[in-house]
C-alpha cells in the first residue's frame, strides 16, 4: 500500500475498529483524525466545540487531514469531514477513500452499546436513533461522492477489511 486509504461514514460505521484491523494486515499505520486533533490540541473535541464553535473545529480537523495524510497509513477520519467540499477533494486526490456503509438500525444499535466511545458532542440533541438516521440523510450522498469504494459495514471488522483488501487489490492478509 502506498497512498494512503481514508475510511470515511458516520458515528458507529466502524472507522476507528477497521481501521485498526486494516493497518494491522497491512502492516501499515494507522491513525485517526480525531483523536490525532485531540492529542495535538489538548483538548477533547467536546471542549474545542464548546469554547469555540464547530467552525473552528472544522478547520483543525482540515489542517489534521493534511498532516496525517501520509504513504502506508489508514486514516480513520471525523464522521463530518465529507461536510467540506476541499476535504472530499483532498481526500480523492491523495489517497484511496472508502465509505463504510450501515443501516440506521445497525448504527445505531453499536451506538446505543457503547455510548462512552461516542466521544463527539450530539450534533442535533435529538435522541439517538432521530439523530443517526438525520445525519446519515443529510450526509449519505457526500460520503458516497467522496468515496472510491463503498463497503457494506454491517458484517463483523474481519469481513469488511476482507473486503477492502480485495476492492483494493492489496497485496496484504
Ligand atoms: P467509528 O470510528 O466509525 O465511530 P467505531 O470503530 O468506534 O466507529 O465503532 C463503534 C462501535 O461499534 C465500537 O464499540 C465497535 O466495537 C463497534 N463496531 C465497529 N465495527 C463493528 C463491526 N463491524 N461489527 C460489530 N461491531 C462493530
Ligand atoms: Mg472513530
Not at 53 to 73: D, I, M, Y
Not at 144 to 165: C, G, K, L, N
Request: aromatic share 6%; with cysteine; net charge negative.
Amino acid at each position: 500500500m502506498t497512498q494512503p486509504i481514508f475510511l470515511v461514514g458516520p458515528r458507529g460505521c466502524g472507522k476507528t475498529t477497521v481501521g485498526l484491523e486494516l493497518a494491522r494486515a497491512c502492516q501499515s499505520q494507522f491513525v485517526d483524525t480525531d483523536h490525532w486533533l485531540q492529542t495535538k490540541a489538548g483538548r477533547t473535541i467536546a471542549e474545542i466545540v464548546e469554547k469555540e464553535g464547530w467552525e473552528t473545529f472544522r478547520a483543525l480537523e482540515t489542517e489534521t487531514l493534511k498532516a496525517v495524510s501520509a504513504p502506508s497509513t489508514v486514516i480513520a477520519t471525523g464522521g463530518g469531514i465529507i461536510l467540506a467540499e476541499h476535504n472530499r477533494g483532498f481526500m480523492r486526490e491523495h489517497g484511496i477513500v472508502i465509505y463504510l456503509c450501515a443501516p440506521v438500525a445497525t448504527l445505531v444499535e453499536r451506538l446505543e452499546a457503547f455510548p462512552e466511545e461516542g466521544q463527539r458532542p450530539t450534533l442535533t440533541g435529538k435522541p439517538i436513533s432521530d439523530e443517526v438516521s438525520e445525519v446519515l440523510a443529510e450526509r449519505d450522498a457526500l460520503y458516497r461522492e467522496a468515496a472510491h469504494h463503498v463497503v457494506d459495514a454491517s458484517q463483523t471488522p474481519e469481513q469488511v477489511v476482507s473486503h477492502i483488501v480485495t476492492a483494493l487489490r492489496l497485496a496484504c492478509a
